[in-house]
Nanobody, 120 residues
Framework: QVQLVESGGGLVQPGGSLRLSCAASGSIFSINDMGWYRQAPGKERDVVATITSGGNTNYAGSVKGRFTISRDNAKNTVYLQMNGLKPEDTAVYYC??????????????WGQGTQVSVSS
């Protein structure tokens, strides 16, 4: 069983910063891609940023230059540093990992979601 637990969301003023964390636990052999997605009220879940096992990153155009994704493979953890937050960044943020368990096949796992609200 693999579980992803997120932390770090909250309420912040425009221009502020937050750092999200997502740690995977359980019977894990390896983790390939990791990513962050977000879903605003009434909208579909969209990709925010992804990072490969080799450290290659990709960002949605709306967050490029403001958000930074990183990972700590020893801790099975992915981070999202969010700077220069805007009200339109308000959403529930979900982490996502492509995991190979010790027993079984690769699978996609999601965190429970953490609320990020940007408002004055």
């Amino acid at each position: 069983q693999v579980q992803l637990v997120e932390s770090g969301g909250g309420l912040v003023q425009p221009g502020g910063s937050l750092r999200l964390s997502c740690a995977a636990s359980g019977s894990i052999f390896s983790i390939n891609d990791m990513g962050w997605y977000r879903q605003a009220p009434g909208k579909e879940r969209d990709v925010v940023a992804t990072i490969t096992s080799g450290g290659n990153t990709n960002y949605a155009g709306s967050v490029k230059g403001r958000f930074t994704i990183s990972r700590d493979n020893a801790k099975n953890t992915v981070y999202l540093q969010m700077n220069g937050l805007k009200p339109e960044d308000t959403a529930v943020y979900y982490c996502n990992m492509y995991v190979l368990p010790r027993f079984g096949a690769f699978g996609t796992y999601w965190g429970q979601g953490t609320q990020v609200s940007v408002s004055s």
